[in-house]
Structure formats: C-alpha cells, structure tokens
Nanobody, 121 residues
Framework: QVQLVESGGGLVQPGGSLRLSCAAS????????MGWYRQAPGKQRDLVAG???????NYPDSVKGRFTISRDNAKNTVYLQMNSLKPEDTAVYYC???????????????WGQGTQVTVSS
C-alpha cells in the first residue's frame, strides 16, 4: 500500500512564503513524474508544478517565478516552495506521484490527502 503524506500548509499573509512537503511510503520501486495541484472551492483541480524523475520542471504562468518544485529521490519526497503568495493562491494543495512497483511494470497514479493553504491578511 502506498501513502502520500503532505505537510506544510497553513495561513500566511499576502507576500509571505510557505513550503509544502509530500513523502511517499510503501513498497515503491521507482517514482516517475511528481507534481503539485491545487483546487479552490467551486473550481477544477489544476497543476501548479511538475517535476520529472530527471529533475525537469514545468509551471503554469500563474505561479512561474514564485513557486519552485524540487524532489529528493532518496527520500521519495517532493517539495513546493511558494513565495510572494497572493490571496488567489488560496486552495487545497494536492501532491501527485506516478509510481511503479517493478522494473518494466505498470505505472500507477497516486494522490495525497490535500493540505489547505490560505493567503489572507
């Protein structure tokens, strides 16, 4: 059984920073792409940052230059450093990972439970 456990959410003032972490545990062979998504009330879940196993990253324009995704493959952990936060960044943030359990095996898609980020004065 695989678990993705997120931490680091909370309340922050506009212009502030937060760092989210997501650790994957279980009988994992390898983790391919990892990412962070967010979902605000009444809106769809959108990608905010993605990172490949080789470290290539991608961001939507809305967070480019403010958010940085990174990963520690030895710890099966992905991070999201969020700077210059705005009220419109308020949402539940979800970790996502594409995980395989053996060489040449299928890849499964897993989600964390979500962590609330609120940007407000």
């Amino acid at each position: 059984q695989v678990q993705l456990v997120e931490s680091g959410g909370g309340l922050v003032q506009p212009g502030g920073s937060l760092r989210l972490s997501c650790a994957a545990s279980g009988s994992i062979f390898s983790i391919k792409n990892m990412g962070w998504y967010r979902q605000a009330p009444g809106k769809q879940r959108d990608l905010v940052a993605g990172i490949t196993s080789g470290g290539s990253t991608n961001y939507p324009d809305s967070v480019k230059g403010r958010f940085t995704i990174s990963r520690d493959n030895a710890k099966n952990t992905v991070y999201l450093q969020m700077n210059s936060l705005k009220p419109e960044d308020t949402a539940v943030y979800y970790c996502n990972a594409h995980i395989s359990f053996g060489d040449h095996g299928p890849i499964y898609n897993y989600w964390g439970q979500g962590t609330q980020v609120t940007v407000s004065s």
